[in-house]
């Protein structure tokens, strides 16, 4: 297997930045998921919430190696926002029941984030993802991130999403339905995706080692209705949590698609790295 793809947000739920290679850590991808957008009661805002987050193409010195300063943020008909990593008292943030701790970036990037988005929202930072405990009875002592869903890491494979739309052609044609097109892998928002041979087999697997770095398999994702978002358009479809539902629901009820990673070394990888699992 070889590593087809890398895939970096440094803002959550924010455009997906497509990069040749990165440094990998503990806390996973470089500035993977380091800033994310809370309500003015500091929960979490998503591309769930607010479409129009998949706009917001964010970028750091990890996505883009000519930027020096610690964050840019552009969106269509505005000027670009720079930003340093701010300095200032933390604020209690939720993210889903987690509660936890993060820097405000300041009254400049909240008001160019309102005037983008029409939403009263304050964007923060992960100063220290070390702070953050990951999912008891799935993850060892020491595992920590920053601002992803559940764990540092997700993978999918091209094998695994080319059945997922063989299935959802199936689906559309039993129905009577126009058959859509074939869903891309961005819907998923995986970080690393693997080229691979028999779809789902990534279920399985304990150990991922990529290049020189190693990771230790979490849990298959439960994938949501931000799934269902049409990046370009924005719109909403049935696709493609009725055909999870269908052939990927777990005995808890939720809907899979990829498997979360936890690095248990560092390093570079890159695209075109080999990839080999046990």
Known sequence: MRLTALNVHPLKSGAIRPVRSVSVSPSGLADDRAWMLVDPDGHMVSARE???????????????????????????GHPDLLLDHPVAARLPVRL??????????????????????GHDVRLVWCDDPTRRSLQPGVSEPGDHAAFPDAFPVTLAS??????????????????????????????????????????????????????????????????????????????TAKEPIRTLARHRRSPDGDTLFA?????????RIQVGDEVTVS
């Open 158 to 235: 091209t094998a695994s999403l080319g059945r997922l739309n063989d299935w959802i052609v199936e689906t559309a044609l039993e129905r009577g339905e126009d058959v859509p097109p074939p869903l891309p892998m961005s819907r998923f928002r995986p970080n690393v995706v693997v080229d691979g041979e028999v779809p789902f087999a990534e279920d399985g697997w304990t150990r991922v080692r990529i290049g020189d770095v190693e990771l230790r398999a979490g849990k298959p994702v439960g994938r949501c209705v931000m799934t269902t978002i049409d990046p370009r358009t924005l719109e």
């Open 50 to 76: 607010v479409h129009e987050l998949f706009t917001i193409v964010a970028d750091t010195p990890a996505t883009d190696a000519t930027l020096d300063r610690a964050l840019r943020l552009r969106a269509p």
């Open 96 to 117: 889903f029941s987690l509660h936890l701790e993060a820097t405000p970036a300041g009254p400049g990037a909240d008001a160019w984030l309102r005037e983008v988005l």
């Open 259 to 267: 498997v979360h990673l936890v690095p248990v070394s560092g390093g």
